[in-house]
């Protein structure tokens, strides 16, 4: 039974799972949903959890971006060896999704004044408190997250790049040590020729506030 990764039509959440599937050389087929016919309630209600990336396999169906991620990357040097290092790449995907948290309340907020309020936090301090640590825990370890290259870098990529997309800048510029990382990974054998094919993705209109 063929491999199946479900996402919408930009980067996103599925991307880091996109990444390593190319880079390990898997072949899965990468079925994207339009972000801007959605809801569909039929698709959406027949999704285990409602939401996407969803991945299958063998007839069986995974959900959450980073159990994925790390199924995808297994019996890969992605994984490391060692127990101890296994958790410091897990503690750092956990902790980038702990930023991400406070991205997607922002960019789905409706209301100007409530997402002003969510904007001022996001700018002025969240995006300085993890990307300031997370430059730091790349420099001190070799431009990876504990020395070695793992599924955590493909991660950090990912919510990197979505970052750009969804709030109009450039992480890799203000955080060099983590724009030397992403930069490692989207030139990765198997990455780069994906990103080559697939092209640059566009904000998706209903979430462009023209800001
Ligand atoms: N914790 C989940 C979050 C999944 C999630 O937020 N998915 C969003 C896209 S990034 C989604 O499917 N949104 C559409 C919806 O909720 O209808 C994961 O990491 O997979």
Same mark, same amino acid.
């Given at each position: ?12 959440l599925?991307?880091p ?8 050389? &898997? ?12 809801? +569909? ?9 409602? &939401? ?5 396999? +063998? ?5 959450q971006t980073l159990a994925i991620a790390k ?8 994984i490391p =060896?060692?127990?101890w290092q296994r958790a410091v790449v897990e503690s750092a995907v956990y902790t980038l999704f702990d930023y991400w948290k406070n991205v ?6 409706? +209301? ?17 408190y993890y990307?300031?640590r997370f430059?730091?825990q ?7 997250f504990n020395?070695?290259?793992s599924w955590g870098e493909f991660v950090l990529?990912g919510i ?13 510029? &203000?955080?060099?040590?983590?724009? =030397? ?31």
């Open positions: 039974m063929p491999k199946k990764l479900q996402y919408f039509n930009i980067g996103g599925a991307e799972i996109r990444y390593i599937l190319h880079y390990t050389k &898997q072949d899965f087929e990468d079925y994207r949903h339009d972000i801007d016919t959605w809801p +569909d309630m039929k698709i959406k209600e027949s999704l285990p959890y409602g &939401q996407f990336p969803i991945y299958e396999e +063998d007839g069986r169906v995974l959900t199924y995808v990357a297994r019996d890969t040097e992605l =060896a060692d127990a997607t309340p922002y960019f789905l907020e409706a +209301d100007p004044v409530k997402k002003e309020e969510l904007r001022k936090k996001l700018f002025d301090e969240t995006i300085e990307f300031s430059s730091k790349l420099s001190e370890n070799g431009g990876y020395g070695k290259l990529t990197v790049e979505a970052s750009n997309l969804f709030l109009k800048i450039e992480l890799e510029k &203000q955080y060099p040590a983590v724009g =030397a990382t992403v930069n490692n990974i989207r030139n990765l054998p198997g990455v780069k020729e994906y990103i080559a094919k697939r092209g640059v993705y566009k904000l998706p209109a209903k979430f462009d506030d023209k800001k």
